[in-house]
């Protein structure tokens, strides 16, 4: 976004300011989540008379939940020029690995604790490969993602195990007061997140390190170890979110679904973070999985056909990358 | 202001028109508006298509509105029940629900529950120990006894390998319930001179199915049978007999029932195949709802009508598709009094 040198401003130029901005493409470009979003609430809002009643609203926070986790994570690996395409696995193998913890007798609270270490491991493995030994994490991640899909299955003898537990039918169905507690989850995940990117040193050097990893290097940036931590907090965050998928559910279910793989990225990019790295923030991605979440109810809602639902899906996510061409 | 504070302020000014608009916002009426929902599995195979044609045509039939939301495929366990709780607010008088897993369900099932609305669960079972823990009240179940429709197909299979033989079992999803349950029930029902020699998960994909046909012909060139969980994916193996030049030796028996499946058992490329009725299940559903809706109890759990197809039946079976071609047994049809 352009600043506009602000010493000594009135009132009337500060928006004559706004305003020219309003006008340039690249501003809208950068919020195209949002606009995007803005539009589709008024045109379901008049479409149904249900999308907009607190209860969808709250319907639709809670199936956002687990994408607005995956693409935090996403957004983390991609503002460092990289890409994490095993989230979707490290997200099947966490929610196994509970599943397999908790019906074993293992304490509830412990399979959770493993759930999220199995994520992890995922993400330093993609981590070291890529920042150690120096192979595209296109590669890597697609190389992981198939690895833990098998361990998983392994894991699981790919049978799917039902999980009653009274603490994660809480977790999905509970609240406080109005609030889900899936969707508080999920925002402090991502004030967490944005507090880590925008205000320590560590996401300083995050950003610096997509951006230009020469300079960044130059100025005594460890990349290398910014990269592992990158792929690192995506896994934890997969992890963290088999916890929550496998509430909704009530299994752990050893197939990998690449829906959540593909809307997370496409989250992160219809959020405003460039591909290229260095560029970005956590809101932008946060608003992009509320998008393609409130897209499907939505449509829904407005009794469209399954077949319809994915032409208007890529349609709509088409024209946003198009208004997207106007990044700066 | 710096450019961060503004970019804050857009964003409560967003929330402050969503939450507006919400407010002056649609109100849920605790009255429903007596029309029914069904969720189905995904219309990428057309076994659920037909399920969804049978829904909406007994609709039309008993005169009542329906709205049917089907899964984005066969494995988008969080998308249909992102699905259903959509549908959940919006109050209808009765639900019909075909999950994808015996839970994945559950959840958006308990305020639907809980508003005493009726859930007629069709063609795969909820899991009673996860519907029970989450307090669901299921009104009926209506489908076809999976382990029931294994075991006719392994009688069949003994009456065309009289002489014994090695057959490879072809899945579904792996650990996938009906899939399971059709597997065990064929295993149970073979006579002693049929061995399995090797089992695989082909993912309900007929593309998968040709694949791993391909290589178990390969590898066992003296296979007589073949018995796969679904007619979408027998389609797949038949197709790789043929490729091999085998047609006609190696036997295929599956279960569905669907068009393409009876034509080619007329052609010969399949064996026979145990018909379920996805369209009567439909059908049965839609009837369950307005008996339920008309205030009547409804039977615990029916049994939708199973049929052996085979080339002497096939003219027949396909001349009344979708529907079966012999009576069956439908408890709400005196419920409704049609």
Known sequence: MSRIATTGQTGQSQAAATLRQLREPAFWADWTAAVALIILVIVFGIGSSTFLSWGNIQAILVAAAILVMLSVGQAFVIL???IDLSVASALTLGSVVLGQAYSHGWNMVLACVLAILAGIAVGVVNGLVIAKAKITDFIVTLGTLSAAAGVALILSNGEPVTIISSFLLRLATGSVGPIPYFVIVAAVVAIVAHIVLFHTRFGTHLLATGGDPEAARAMGINTDRVKIAAYTISGFLAGLASILLAARIGAAEPAADTTFLLNSVAAVVLGGVSLFGGRGNIIGPVVGALLLTALVNGLTLLGVSQFYQQLAIGIIVVLAAMLMRYQR | MSAMLRKVSIVLAILALVTMIAACGGTSGSSSNGNVAAIIKGL????FQAMQQGIQDESRALSTTVTVQAATSITDTTGQADKLQALAGQNYACYVVNPISGTNLVQPLVPISQAGKPIINIDNPISPQAAQ????KISTYIGTDNISAGKM??????????NGGTVALIGGIAGDVTSQARLTGFQQGLPSNIHVIQTVAA?????TALTD?????RANPDLSGFFVANDDMALGVGRAISDAGKQGQVKVVSVDGIQDALKAIQTGTLSATVSQYPYTIGAMGMEACKAAMEGKTLPTSVTAPVLVVTQANATQALASFPKPFASY???FTSLIGK
Do not use: H
């Open chain 1, 80 to 82: 460092t020029a990289g």
């Open chain 2, 44 to 47: 990428d195979n057309p076994f």
């Open chain 2, 133 to 136: 823990s989450a307090g669901l």
């Open chain 2, 153 to 162: 197909a392994a009688a069949e299979m003994a009456k065309l390998l009289p």
């Open chain 2, 203 to 207: 993912n309900w994909d007929r593309q």
């Open chain 2, 213 to 217: 046909a391909g290589n178990i012909l």
């Open chain 2, 329 to 331: 047994n439908d408890p």
